[in-house]
């Protein structure tokens, strides 16, 4: 990380730029409201940061001995100051701001009547972002695969209904993208990209999504650790998408004998993510609990903890659903949620505002 002086000239900036490139290595620029940081991206073991310190302009040069740096804390400080949260902005939604953000829709878009319903229902209910499943990852191959398995035709189709329900009712959406021949195809359709937890560790997925300079909802791996999931996040940012929006859904459960819950919501997390990095985090009580009578409790846990808002699985008639209903919620199950979160986020966004 190369910290520059405050009355650092462009030219000085674009020197240590050239200094950088010599290695083999990328940059990145963060002008910010005190000054310009420059971070190293790639393998800084040959770069010597005390030449670096000597060049005109630069304040400071020094080597950060953490996996991810550009979206930590330690490096957000050095350009805007304390206490800063990346607000993400899709359309008319904020994402990390002040108010909690809600994506809500079914597991998987079946038909684009049981999608218009569904969206028709979200929207009623309060909640921002529509979302729908057309390339699902699904454990047994012969299980329902989602639109998206129909071949391309069918994925299209069915990513044009999520698009039109979204312009229907005003929500922007999103879809998850599960392999890399799918990038340009829903880049094309949908508001926010989303990586699955199972994808977590693709990072030729992450980059090549990254690159579309759409907001990316990234989810956890469900064996994945906090450094690990922050890592891989880096991977996006370093390719210059700083809209990452991370979502904590759970991790696998321990003990013998059954467990109760589908996963364990590391409630933890979200406030021990908050604390590393910038970028907002987002909870999804749906995947991490399996049960849709537990749902309102831990969404409220989630807000309480700091998330700036909720993934939900929701669907008008839970048991037709053909993915996941065990765990949908109903429209007005829906509002009872975000109301309750409502209240609670009242309470805890002020107490994260305050320096
Ligand atoms: C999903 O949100 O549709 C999903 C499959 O979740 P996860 O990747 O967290 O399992
Ligand atoms: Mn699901």
Redesign the pocket.
């Known amino acids: 990380m190369i910290i520059m002086k405050t009355d650092a000239t462009e030219e000085q900036i674009a020197q240590v730029i050239t200094e950088i490139k010599k290695y083999g290595l990328r940059a990145d620029i963060s002008k910010g409201a005190f000054r310009t940081v420059i971070g190293i991206i790639g393998d800084e073991t040959e770069v010597d940061f005390a030449r670096l310190a000597l060049l005109p302009g630069v304040k400071e040069a020094m080597r950060i001995e953490t996996p991810y740096k550009l979206i930590s804390r330690e490096y957000s400080k050095l350009i805007e100051g304390e206490n800063e949260h990346r607000v993400i902005k899709v359309g008319n939604i904020e994402i990390g701001g002040d108010n909690p953000v809600f994506i809500a829709g079914p ?2 878009v079946e038909s684009k009547e049981q999608l218009l319903r569904i969206a028709e229902g979200v929207k009623k209910a309060g909640a921002h972002i529509l ?1 729908g ?1 057309i390339f ?2 699904r454990s047994s191959v012969h299980s329902f695969q989602g639109l998206g398995a129909g071949g391309q035709e069918k994925a299209e189709e069915a990513l044009d209904w999520l698009r039109e329900a979204g312009r229907k009712f005003e929500l922007p959406v999103i879809t ?1 993208i599960r392999g890399e021949s799918q990038v340009d195809l829903v880049a094309e359709y949908t508001d926010i990209l ?6 977590m560790y693709d990072q030729d997925l992450l980059t090549k999504v990254a690159k579309k300079g759409k907001p990316v909802l990234f ?2 791996h ?1 064996g994945a650790g906090i450094e690990e999931f922050l890592s891989f996040a880096e991977y996006m940012v370093a390719e210059g998408n700083k809209d990452i929006i991370l ?1 904590e ?2 991790i696998i459960p321990i003990g013998k004998g059954k467990n109760y819950t589908r996963y364990t919501l590391d409630l933890a997390a979200i406030p021990a993510i908050q604390k590393e990095t910038y970028l907002p985090i987002l909870a ?1 009580p ?2 991490a609990t399996g049960r849709r009578d537990l749902i309102l409790n831990m969404s409220c846990a989630a807000i309480a903890a700091g998330a700036s808002g909720l ?1 939900i ?1 929701v669907h008008y008639n839970p048991a037709e659903a053909l993915v ?1 209903g065990q765990q949908m919620i109903t429209p007005d199950e829906l509002k009872d949620v975000i109301d309750a979160c409502q209240k609670i986020s009242k309470l805890i966004v002020p107490m994260r505002n305050k320096k």
């Open positions: 597991c998987a979302r499943g699902k990852p998850e989303q990586i699955g937890a199972r994808n989810k956890r469900f979502c859904r759970g999804d749906s995947h993934m699985e996941d």
